[in-house]
């Protein structure tokens, strides 16, 4: 296997235009050939009147999109800007937010918000489906929405807290983790999360495999693996140097990015093609979807 990282001018070379994306899309939405998603025949005629082809089986006449079921369906922007927004969002060497992708792939800003928004999404079903094994370490941290490089930037507190979950291996190193926002009710008797109880997470995030005594507990301040506390601290400075603060509502969207990238560092051409495959794999999520959807999170119990 080639260890060469590709680049985001060799990878833009490559996806260039629609053409160049085509059979790559094609590959990846019938590995084995096209099979009608309805009768499963492998026969079909082929609609070249569209701006991405259409397939029309041959047995039921049944016409096949090849966007529909991914992430893209309902989606006008071309092909090749979509595949390099995949790309600049996976690759753990690069990190770019609304306004920098509008400019790089020529699309309106609520355009470039709304593709990072649905890859986000495709990320977090992807997380979803992986549970944290091994030795399991959970820790308590907090995001607070302040971007202190930014000159005259008016410090507001508002701390968010959220779960750092992480699988070690056998010489107690990270091998995934998992960074997950905590809802705190706003008269909740403590803010700090050392009183939290962590069910939700673990009921949620950690394979029923793992067994209690495998599982440690602790923040960010003590008792915490060295690598997991380090990732739970550059956090706030992961999001606030790049998207310069995000809400509440969506915190769970960039958390999840973040994690993302950290589970693939060494790995970035590993990153995109997971990504895309995520990508393919995931239904679409609309705009109006995104934006009134409540806060993806867990729930702090109130004693």
């Known amino acids: 296997m080639s260890t060469h990282v590709v680049t985001f001018d060799q990878f833009k070379r490559k996806y260039h235009d629609e053409a160049s994306c085509l059979p790559i899309l094609i590959s990846a939405k019938w590995p084995n050939g096209y099979r009608c998603p309805r ?25 096949a999109s090849l966007l529909v079921g991914t992430i893209m369906q309902g989606s006008r922007t071309l092909l090749h800007k979509w595949f390099q927004a995949l790309f600049l969002i996976a690759n753990p060497s690069s990190s770019i937010n609304a306004v920098e992708l509008a400019s790089v792939i020529q699309v309106t800003y609520k355009t470039a918000w709304l593709i990072l928004h649905k890859l986000r999404h495709a990320i977090q079903q992807g997380d979803a489906q992986q549970l944290l094994t091994g030795l399991v370490e959970v820790i308590s941290a907090e995001y607070n929405p302040c971007n202190f490089h930014i000159k005259g930037f008016k410090t507001i507190r508002n701390e968010q807290p959220f779960v750092g979950g992480a699988s070690l291996n056998f010489y107690g190193e990270v091998s995934y983790v998992k960074l997950k926002h905590v809802f705190m009710p706003k008269h909740h008797p403590n803010k700090e999360l050392s ?42 400075v ?34 995109v093609s997971k990504l895309f495959r995520l990508f393919i794999d995931t239904p679409a999520v609309t705009y109006k979807q995104l934006i009134s959807r409540k806060p993806m999170c867990l729930h702090v119990q109130v004693a």
């Open 39 to 63: 009768c499963a025949c492998v026969e079909a005629h082929i609609i070249t009147t569209r701006r991405l082809p259409l397939y029309e089986c041959r047995n039921c006449k049944y016409q």
């Open 195 to 236: 009183y939290w109880d962590y069910s939700n997470f673990i009921e949620t995030h950690v394979s029923s495999s793992v067994r209690v005594p495998f599982i440690h507990y602790g923040s960010k301040k003590y008792n915490a693996c060295d690598t997991i506390n380090i990732i739970c601290d550059s956090v706030p």
């Open 238 to 271: 992961r999001i606030n140097e790049r998207y310069y603060g995000v809400s509440d509502k969506h915190l769970q969207s960039y958390l999840d990015e973040v994690s993302y990238r950290i589970n693939y560092s060494l790995k970035p051409n590993r990153a």
